[in-house]
C-alpha cells in the first residue's frame, strides 16, 4: 500500500528543537519493510511530505514516532490516479444505471 505522510512543526518550536530535530534526523532510518520513496519539504519551511509504500502500516507510526515531539503528522492511504480514475468511472456507470 502507498501513503502520502505530511508533517507540520509543532508552534512550540525553538531553534534549539528545531537543531535537536535535525541531530535525531541525521540519526534516523527508515523500518525495514518501509519504502520512503520520496521525502519533499515545503518551501515556505512549514513542514513537508514523504511517499511511502509499505504492507505494514504499523511500520508509518514506527518511523514517525520519534518525531511527534517536534511535528504534527497525518497519513494518507493513497491509489495511483489511474486507479482512482477508474473507481470513480465504475461508481458514475452504477449512479447512471439507478433509477
Partial sequence: MKYVISWTPRASLTEESVAR???VFGKWSP?????FKEFLGRIDGQGGFAVVETDDPRLIAKDTAPFT?????AVHPVLEIADT???????????ASVQ
Fill in 21 to 23: 530535530s535535525l541531530q
Fill in 69 to 73: 515531539a517536534w511535528f504534527d503528522f
Fill in 85 to 95: 480514475a477508474a473507481i470513480d468511472t465504475e461508481a458514475v456507470a452504477f449512479l
Fill in 31 to 35: 523500518s525495514q519493510g518501509a519504502d
